[in-house]
């Protein structure tokens, strides 16, 4: 008899362990991103690639996870839609254009989370996130600075805050990097800025990138998703900065440095949470504090002071001390925009529309 019940037994614990798997299955975590360009672009999506990587690497036996590339403004309605009505417990879109249509679907969808990239719209099922780019704009500045450019020329996207905020924090770091070098600059005007009115537009980069250096500009700023601008300033012997990801790692060895964004860290800590049911929406801005920020490894032409006082402000930045919009700041036409004795608020910086005093160009209409 006891014989007997130890064989029932085992064998119900045998059926219990092959039940496992598909348990473990039914629970995984349904993760889903729309991404606005291919995950090979060698910028935007790149850089939301490698974080995607990393999250498969912390959590990929939690989750089951779908990419679909090439969503612009026209189908993104059409694909999130898509992933909500197949039960995805989280969907991501990973570019501003996808705003309007992540917010629709997750009206129809109260019980699926939603994020997205770079917006600014919420719900209780909607978060919104970016990362402190200005952050580590100001520090490609400080160095530029530094090593004495002071004729910077910038091929720009799209005039929204978003890259606005980035060439004033970019030229607040170029005019104080200067100023530590004794360098003698023309305060209003050390970075002049063109207009692409694009995300990414490589043969616009080229040209905008080689009419800068031509008139010359002594070091081209890329702020396009592709590295196209930094590399045409390598082939006119200019140096360049670099964004998104490390464009020298795709041949602009002239490249200074790059500022890099690291998504990883964030997509893991939203899956963790949507895993141990702590989710909730949330307008999240990280930055050098949050590993949301970085800059690319310094070329060797940068010298090793520079690389020294340059590193000395991103740990101050490590440590959440942020004073890069501290006043007093004054605007193209003189006007104080920030005090002295204030310092911008989030808010301040959310809806920053105009340049500052050291930028030469307009904000086209």
């Given at each position: 008899?006891?014989?007997?019940i130890?064989t ?6 045998l059926l ?5 798997p598909?348990m473990?299955?039914a629970?995984?975590v349904?993760v ?7 995950v ?5 999506n790149?850089?939301h ?6 999250l498969?690497a912390?959590?990929g ?8 590339e090439n ?7 059409r694909?999130?839609r ?8 989280i ?6 254009p996808?705003?309007d ?7 129809e ?9 770079s ?7 909607l ?5 402190r780019?200005y ?9 530029a600075?530094?090593?004495?450019f002071k ?23 170029l005019k ?6 004794g ?8 970075n002049?800025v ?7 537009d490589?043969?616009?980069?080229t ?12 070091l ?7 590295p196209?601008s930094?590399l ?6 200019v140096?360049?900065i ?7 790692s795709?041949?602009?060895d ?7 964004v690291?998504?990883?860290p964030?997509y893991?800590?939203?899956?963790k949470?949507?895993?141990d049911g702590?989710w ?13 920020v970085?800059?690319?490894p310094?070329n060797?032409a940068?010298?090793?002071?520079v ?7 991103m740990?101050?930045?490590q ?9 007093p700041?004054?605007?193209?036409s ?10 911008a608020?989030?808010?301040d910086?959310l809806?920053?529309?105009y340049?500052?005093?050291?930028v030469s160009?307009s904000i086209?209409?």
């Amino acid at each position: 008899m006891i014989k007997r019940i130890i064989t029932v037994l085992m064998a119900a614990a045998l059926l219990a362990c092959a039940a496992l798997p598909a348990m473990a299955q039914a629970a995984k975590v349904k993760v889903a991103f729309a991404m606005l360009g291919t995950v090979d672009d060698r910028g935007w999506n790149t850089a939301h690639s490698k974080g995607i990587d990393y999250l498969k690497a912390q959590l990929g036996d939690q989750i089951e996870l779908s990419i679909t590339e090439n969503v612009g403004p026209q189908d993104a309605e059409r694909v999130i839609r898509n992933y909500a009505q197949q039960g995805y417990d989280i969907i991501f879109g990973n570019s501003f254009p996808h705003m309007d249509a992540i917010e629709r679907v997750a009206a129809e969808y109260p019980n699926i989370k939603f994020e997205h990239c770079s917006g600014y719209k919420m719900a209780a099922n909607l978060s919104n996130y970016f990362v402190r780019l200005y952050q580590a704009e100001y520090l490609a500045g400080y160095t530029a600075g530094l090593m004495g450019f002071k004729n910077v020329g910038t091929v720009a996207t799209h005039p929204i805050p978003e890259p606005i905020r980035g060439i004033n924090a970019f030229t607040i770091g170029l005019k104080k990097g200067l100023t530590e070098a004794g360098v003698k600059f023309d305060p209003k005007k050390v970075n002049t800025v063109v207009w692409m009115k694009s995300w990414e537009d490589p043969i616009k980069e080229t040209t905008l990138a080689e009419t800068l250096a031509g008139r010359g500009h002594d070091l081209i700023r890329q702020m396009a998703d592709t590295p196209e601008s930094s590399l045409a300033a390598c082939s006119q012997g200019v140096p360049a900065i670099g964004y998104g990801t490390d464009a020298a790692s795709f041949g602009a060895d002239c490249v200074l440095t790059s500022t890099t964004v690291n998504w990883g860290p964030y997509y893991v800590a939203t899956i963790k949470s949507v895993i141990d049911g702590t989710w909730k929406a949330q307008a999240y801005w990280g930055g050098f504090d949050k590993d949301g920020v970085r800059l690319a490894p310094f070329n060797k032409a940068v010298p090793a002071d520079v690389q020294a006082k340059v590193n000395a402000e991103m740990a101050k930045l490590q440590k959440g001390e942020d004073h890069i919009f501290a006043g007093p700041v004054v605007d193209q036409s003189g006007k104080v925009t920030i005090p002295a004795g204030s310092q911008a608020t989030d808010g301040d910086l959310l809806s920053m529309m105009y340049l500052i005093e050291g930028v030469s160009g307009s904000i086209p209409q």
